[in-house]
């Protein structure tokens, strides 16, 4: 006999339905998640992605394909799954959630929130067992339901620095045309650089993400101040990505 599906098998998106024959008790995003996790008192556990996402669909085959994986998720979690394109508003939160703890964001986008939707750990992709350095999913899952059990006032406490973050980049943001001042400009430029991989281009570690907004910034850069190292980090990236990622 085959696998019984999810209620994922009965949503219009393409992304959710290819999930709906993982082990996961995947739920879409909607009230009747966010209920249960009040009712039971458990974190949510929100995966958003698409369906032509590469990495999405490597984290579904070594982890949310997964009976070990599924089993803790669904026993401490209630799992959440989102098309950014149909959900653009909660990609756009949770990406900015994202890129405000670690500097920058991608797909899959691994969220942990509490029943009323406070991000309190925000990532990318995770494989199932820690590699390239990074805690593999597994060992984040249980060590996120000791916490939640244990030492909940750590993640709440996470969930306002998050959202406190938040609300300080909105602050910050220009409003009504007014231009960014050249220090931050300047800023900019040098975070960029600290994190570009000189070997391999792109930013940060592996596994990375296409960033144009990082590539325009750094071609109007250059154009603006006559800095060739910044035609190069885009130079640089854009050739590794044509030779295959």
């Keep these: 006999m085959g696998r019984k599906p999810n209620r994922l098998i009965r949503e219009k998106s393409l992304y959710l339905r290819q999930h709906a024959y993982n ?70 939160f949770y990406m900015d959630a994202c890129i405000a703890l670690n500097g920058h964001g991608g797909w899959p986008l691994t969220v942990f929130a509490t029943p009323d939707k406070k991000p309190f750990f925000v990532g990318t992709y995770f494989p199932k067992e820690s590699r390239w350095g990074r805690p593999g999913l597994k060992e984040l899952l249980l060590y ?35 231009s960014l001042s050249e220090d931050v400009l300047h800023l900019a ?5 600290a994190m570009f991989d000189e070997e ?14 990082k590539l325009m910034f750094l071609t109007r850069y250059h154009y603006r101040y006559k800095n060739g190292e910044a035609l190069k980090m885009v130079d640089k990236t854009l050739l590794q990505m044509r030779l295959g990622g």
């Design 144 to 178: 996120i339901a000791e916490l939640w059990q244990r030492d909940r006032e750590k993640l709440l406490s996470s969930a306002e620095k998050i959202l406190k973050a938040l609300r300080e980049r909105r602050d910050y943001a220009p409003r009504g045309g007014a």
């Design 23 to 92: 082990p996961v008790d995947w739920y879409p995003w909607g009230e009747e998640a966010f209920e249960k996790a009040r009712k039971e008192d458990k974190p949510l556990f929100i995966s958003i992605g698409y369906s032509s996402c590469h990495w999405c669909h490597v984290m579904e085959k070594e982890s949310f394909e997964d009976p070990e994986i599924a089993e803790i998720l669904n026993k401490y979690f209630v799992p959440v799954k989102v098309d950014r394109e149909e959900h653009p508003d909660v990609d756009a």
């Design 189 to 193: 430029f040098e975070q960029l650089r």
């Design 200 to 213: 391999f281009g792109g930013f940060g570690e592996a596994p990375k993400f296409p960033t144009p907004h």
